[in-house]
């Protein structure tokens, strides 16, 4: 077998990634999520240095795919929406991150 032909295996998990978590702020928000039961707005916009507006479009393309429930209530009179992963997000960022690590292991040999 060929440097070349171990390279393409190798890499391989990297054309099939979910381009949905690999864009970065989404893959932020994904992070912080997956460490918590839920997380409120502004404290995901206070971690991620992210705007309202764009955290805001990231949540929708993340809702949209199933990974991130939005839950939105009001606690006196105040509006607060609460964010959490759903099992098929917690599911894909394990994916996500099994295939960065297999692809960084195998460039670190």
Same mark, same amino acid.
């Given at each position: 077998m060929?440097?070349? #032909?171990?390279?393409k295996e190798n890499?391989?998990?990297?054309?099939e990634i979910d381009r949905v978590i690999h864009e970065p702020a989404r893959l932020l928000i994904l992070a912080?999520?997956?460490v918590v039961e839920s997380a409120?707005?502004?404290f995901l916009m206070n971690q991620t240095h992210l705007t309202r507006g764009n955290l805001s479009a990231h949540?929708?393309?993340l809702e949209a795919t199933g990974y991130v429930e939005i839950k939105k #209530?009001?606690?006196e009179k105040i509006p607060r929406t609460l964010l959490s992963l759903t099992e098929e997000g917690r599911k894909a960022f394990?994916?996500?991150r099994r295939s960065m690590r297999q692809v960084l292991d195998s460039l670190a040999e």
């Amino acid at each position: 077998m060929t440097k070349n #032909e171990i390279d393409k295996e190798n890499l391989q998990p990297l054309a099939e990634i979910d381009r949905v978590i690999h864009e970065p702020a989404r893959l932020l928000i994904l992070a912080y999520l997956s460490v918590v039961e839920s997380a409120d707005f502004l404290f995901l916009m206070n971690q991620t240095h992210l705007t309202r507006g764009n955290l805001s479009a990231h949540l929708s393309k993340l809702e949209a795919t199933g990974y991130v429930e939005i839950k939105k #209530e009001f606690v006196e009179k105040i509006p607060r929406t609460l964010l959490s992963l759903t099992e098929e997000g917690r599911k894909a960022f394990q994916e996500y991150r099994r295939s960065m690590r297999q692809v960084l292991d195998s460039l670190a040999e």
